[in-house]
């Protein structure tokens, strides 16, 4: 098995259907966020544009980047933002390497991203490199602790060492903020326990949880390995921990 990180392609329309949780989690964070309403905000994985919508409409004279390394979620992203497309600029970039962002950025937002990037260190050195002094990181993704029971069902399937996540702790989170040039860090755990629609519950894992996992797997054992986990979660609640990240550019 290959430790090289590749991002997975996603399919952008499908997520884009099931992702009230993931949006919910946006909105909250959002909110986090101080705003003039002119500036350029880096919108680091923006998935499918459902928060990029919300953060479009609290920068009426500014722009956004949007970035996500899949080229199905920006299509989704377009198709969504198609009203503002002239305040938007789209880029498909992995953020496991440095960013193609060739100005600096008055803010940078991410939700339900960094967890899929292996090198936590490496990503807050490329974030601090296209955010301008004084400007804001406001983020969340998954934390220590996130998703243990799915973790649980996996290894009852299919014991397999393979985690595609990091999911980190809030100290050594700071600690790698601070070491790249952050200030005023504040990083904290909070549970999310969220239940998925009955009908949505083997389609939520597979598009969103484990498509990771069933990429390195043949077509035809997928399908039943999601429902092999899915059988292990029957309240068709998912024990998510969200890690927290407020911090200022030094």
């Not at 993931?22 to 002119?38: C, I, K, N, Y």
């Not at 440095?98 to 940078?108: F, G, K, N, S, Y």
């Not at 997928?222 to 998510?240: G, I, K, N, Q, S």
Request: charged residues 25%.
């Amino acid at each position: 098995m290959s430790d090289v990180h590749e991002p997975r392609e996603w399919d952008g329309g499908l997520y884009d259907r099931i992702a009230d949780p993931m949006t919910r989690w946006g909105s909250t964070v959002l909110e986090r966020l101080p705003l003039a309403g002119d500036e350029v905000v880096l919108d680091a994985g923006c998935g499918s544009g459902r928060v990029t919508e919300q953060l479009l409409e609290r920068l009426p004279q500014g722009r956004v980047i949007a970035l996500d390394a899949s080229a199905s979620m920006l299509e989704a992203a377009r198709e969504r933002l198609a009203a503002s497309l002239d305040r938007v600029q789209f880029v498909q970039a992995d953020l496991g390497k440095p960013l193609p962002v060739t100005e600096l950025v008055d803010a940078i937002i991410s939700t339900a991203t960094f967890h899929w990037v292996p090198d936590h260190d490496a990503l807050f050195r490329d974030l601090a490199a296209v955010l301008r002094p004084g400007g804001m990181l406001v983020a969340q993704c998954g934390g220590l602790g996130n998703l243990e029971r799915v973790m649980a069902a996996i290894d009852a399937v299919a014991p397999d060492d393979y985690r595609p996540w990091t999911f980190a702790s809030p100290d050594e989170t700071r600690r790698r903020l601070v070491s790249v040039g952050f200030l005023g860090v504040e990083t904290w755990l909070n549970d999310e326990p969220t239940v998925i629609p009955a009908k949505d519950f083997e389609t939520y894992l597979a598009e969103v949880v484990l498509g990771a996992n069933l990429a390195k797997m043949p077509e035809e054992a997928r399908a039943p390995f999601v429902h092999a986990v899915a059988e292990r979660l029957p309240d068709h609640t998912l024990d998510y921990v969200r890690l927290n990240i407020i911090a200022t550019r030094e």
